[in-house]
């Protein structure tokens, strides 16, 4: 009797492991042109956010630390009126720190140049106090409520200027760094950090030296394991066979 237990717990198991069968993995779109202009951007699962740096007191020797603020990013709808270089590739929307574009006394480089200009910035994600003063630099920050290992930004680069984005871990810790150019050229291109296991919690993105356009952010979020249609109906075979076998020894008892 009881090799016929182990039998069947073996044949559960076999099966179990073959219905967890994961499918392909998929990716998640946070795209402006889905929103109205003006519009503050919601995605399921993530959050978001400005970056923005404000002086915030001094040190014990009197020297001015900066700290981040955070406030919604936006849909803004650039028109048809940009020059086509410049001009978003998917739609006509862009990522903006405000409902009407840029904010006050930041400079708008190039249509939509909303984000960056501060390197450090890019480098730090928690407990960040600057000593320099980043007032000016705007930067978009994307936080997971559960990490993934894949996160990607469509967005301008300008030559040697380009676009980076920096992912970092639930500690704060860089998990991963990558620019879209580095060449002498200019136009749109991807920014992509992947990791071998879940482990990006945050990203920023934004312009080291200037500011960029940001037109689309891609990442693959977690899902529960998927029944592969084809794999389920084998188990379910092997499955029942086995109990017919059973049953059909227990007849025989």
Known sequence: MSGKITGFLFVGLTVGSLLAKMA???????DPNNFGSGQAINAPGVTLETETFVQAGSDSTGIPVYAPTFSPVYSYNVGTNCISVLCPVLGTSLFAPSP???LP???NFGTGGFWGNGGPVLTCSQNCVLYQDYSDATFLRVNF?????????????????PTGITAFDSAGNIVGQAFNST????????ATVTTATSDISTVLIGGANSYRGINVIDYSP???PELDTT????GLT??????LVLRGRRAAL
């Open 24 to 30: 392909p993995a998929q990716v998640a779109t946070i």
């Open 100 to 102: 009407s574009g840029a």
């Open 105 to 107: 006394n930041t400079p």
């Open 145 to 161: 409520a559960q990490p993934t290992d894949f996160v990607d930004a469509l967005a301008f680069f300008n030559g040697g200027d």
């Open 183 to 190: 060449g002498s050229s200019l136009g749109w291109g991807y």
């Open 222 to 224: 977690l899902r529960a």
């Open 231 to 234: 794999t389920a109906a084998s």
């Open 238 to 243: 092997l499955l029942l066979g086995s109990l």
